[in-house]
Nanobody, 125 residues
Framework: QAQLVESGGDSVQAGGSLRLTCATSGYTYNNYCLGWFRQAPEKEREGVAAIGSDGKITYADFVKGRFTISKDNAKNSLYLQMNYLKTDDTAMYYC???????????????????WGQGTQVTVSS
């Protein structure tokens, strides 16, 4: 059974930075995709970024140039470095795992099989 556990969420001021971590285990895809999604109150969950087992990376347009996704296979960890945070970035952030097709844009919630519980990011002005 796959397990994904996010950490690193916090409250920061606009313009600040945070690094989210997702500890992963148990998924058995030969070719996988790991993604970050976010959900603000009363809004749909949206894809932020994804990285495939081949290292291919995709970003939603609204985070390009500000966020960086990476993974450490030796540590079974996924990361999201978030810089120049805006108040609009306030949301619960989730990591997810799916097959390699899950990395294709647009990032779709329904294509991911496993999800973490989320970590809260709050950006104040």
């Amino acid at each position: 059974q796959a397990q994904l556990v996010e950490s690193g969420g916090d409250s920061v001021q606009a313009g600040g930075s945070l690094r989210l971590t997702c500890a992963t285990s148990g998924y058995t895809y030969n070719n996988y995709c790991l993604g970050w999604f976010r959900q603000a109150p009363e809004k749909e969950r949206e894809g932020v970024a994804a990285i495939g087992s081949d290292g291919k990376i995709t970003y939603a347009d609204f985070v390009k140039g500000r966020f960086t996704i990476s993974k450490d296979n030796a540590k079974n960890s996924l990361y999201l470095q978030m810089n120049y945070l805006k108040t609009d970035d306030t949301a619960m952030y989730y990591c997810a795992a799916g097959t390699e097709d899950s990395c294709w844009l647009p990032l779709r919630r329904g294509t991911y099989d496993y999800w973490g519980q989320g970590t809260q990011v709050t950006v104040s002005s």
